[in-house]
């Protein structure tokens, strides 16, 4: 009697070792299988990740922009004319001293009105730069901010804090005088163009609509 109970105690041990559903475990005590599971639930439902979409924190819309609070930086001849007056002069571009990054084409010219610099195509105007230094009577305006002669660099800081921080000094000379500089861009969304607005003793001097060549 005893011998037989020794021997279904030895069975039911040899087949508990080859039962499918039987851990296995190393010498140090661990399954080689205990991470495979956490692995697989793991991969077999990713989370979902939204697309990381870089854009820029602090700019100036381009498309909000007025001259003279009334018409767009891209414009008509006729246009400019009824708030400006007729063009100071045109003049036809040294293509081999000039960078044609922005520009759009071959035939185009500069105009300027007023203190204002437009790239000139056929009848269509596109603003380049302006220059507060002699001209008086022409801003820029995006809602309640208006860029002009008498802007400081305090009241842009209210409206770009982080822009005003990085401020690039000694940037450019005009009239013989260093000027300090603040870059924008003009879209929420990521570009290389860049408004760059020029300070001379706190006061706004010029801005300048420019591009990479």
């Not at 011998?3 to 087949?15: C, D, E, G, N, V």
């Not at 009239?175 to 870059?183: F, H, L, M």
Request: glycine fraction near 6%.
């Amino acid at each position: 009697m005893k011998t037989k109970l020794l021997q279904l105690l030895s069975l039911a041990a040899l087949l508990s070792c080859h039962s499918p559903n039987a851990q296995v475990e190393n010498q140090d005590g661990h399954s080689p299988d205990a991470g495979k599971d956490v692995m697989r639930e793991a991969t077999s439902s990713p989370v979902d990740q939204a697309p990381r979409i870089a854009e820029n924190e602090e700019y100036l819309d381009w498309n909000s922009v007025r001259i003279n609070g009334k018409l767009p930086l891209t414009t008509s001849v006729k246009n400019i004319e009824g708030i400006l007056g007729k063009a100071d002069s045109v003049v036809s571009i040294d293509w081999n001293n000039t960078c044609s990054s922005g520009y759009r084409s071959a035939a185009s010219k500069n105009a300027y009105f007023k203190g204002v610099e437009f790239e000139q195509f056929g009848d269509s105007l596109n603003f380049i730069q302006v220059n507060f230094s002699k001209e008086h009577n022409v801003f820029l305006q995006r809602g309640n901010l208006k860029l002009n002669h008498a802007t400081t660099l305090e009241e842009v800081e209210k409206h770009f804090p982080n822009a005003v921080k990085d401020i690039s000094k000694s940037y450019y000379i005009i009239d013989g005088k260093e000027t300090d500089a603040v870059n924008l861009p003009p879209s929420k969304e990521l570009t290389d163009r860049q408004w760059i607005l020029m300070f001379q003793d706190g006061k706004l001097i010029r801005i300048d609509n420019w591009l990479p060549c």
